[in-house]
């Protein structure tokens, strides 16, 4: 379903849920029928689930900069390259994705899910977010807490999602959560951002 309002679109979009999580995403005619629109479209058929409205051309301008921000990030080695993680876009405002598949090299001894290493997912997630969100500058996190609150074994694969709670001028502050391939709660992480302008040499 699309509303025309001038020359920009507004599309309908359940927001995510744990169902949604599970659910296969739907290649239906939305918004513009830009590939943003169509790819990130779920089924809301017979499901009780707010509706909100996003502007698709910001939405747009998200992802390119999500994606200018992951090409910088994959030109050197990192620590989001060494532990798996791959950074994605989302037709949402103010929203980051990232997965990271649990393996060697982000689980501990016991063959479970690190962590440490949720922690540093949600932490380069929402740094990446605020590159995205503020071109030209850099961003530090400067306070990170979470919560664990299940097990995720090897072999499976955890979903970040990270969702913008304040954005100041030169604070911002995400939640991020964390989900397994089932949609259930692994773990929830409050992430501070420091945003900075970038050095000339940088």
């Keep these: 379903m699309k509303h025309k309002i001038g020359r920009t679109y507004f599309i ?16 239906i005619p939305v918004g513009c029928g830009c590939q943003l629109c169509v790819g990130y479209q779920f089924a809301i058929i017979n499901r009780q689930l707010p509706i909100i409205h996003y502007i698709c051309t910001k939405q747009k301008i998200l992802q390119m900069d ?6 910088s990030i994959e030109r ?21 994705m990232a997965r990271m598949k649990v393996d060697e090299r982000n689980r501990q001894p ?11 997912l949600a932490e380069n997630l929402a740094g990446v977010a605020s590159l995205a969100l503020c071109p030209g500058k850099i961003s ?6 979470g919560s664990h609150l299940i097990a995720v074994e090897q072999g499976d694969t955890v979903t970040a999602l990270a ?3 304040h954005k100041g001028r030169t604070l911002h ?5 964390i989900r397994n391939e ?13 945003v900075l302008n970038a050095r000339k040499d940088d």
């Design 12 to 27: 309908q979009r359940a927001t995510i849920t744990k169902n949604m999580l599970c659910a296969p995403l739907q290649p």
């Design 110 to 120: 016991f063959g479970f899910l690190s962590g440490g290493a949720s922690l540093a």
């Design 182 to 194: 089932a949609g259930a709660l692994v773990c929830s992480v409050q992430v501070t951002n420091y």
């Design 76 to 96: 050197i080695e990192n620590l989001s390259s060494t532990l798996g993680m791959e950074f994605l876009s989302t037709p949402e405002p103010d929203t980051c």
């Design 66 to 71: 999500i994606t200018r921000v992951k090409e």
């Design 173 to 177: 502050q995400w939640l991020v959560e």
């Design 163 to 165: 969702r913008l709670m």
């Design 140 to 145: 530090v996190g400067i306070n990170v807490s």
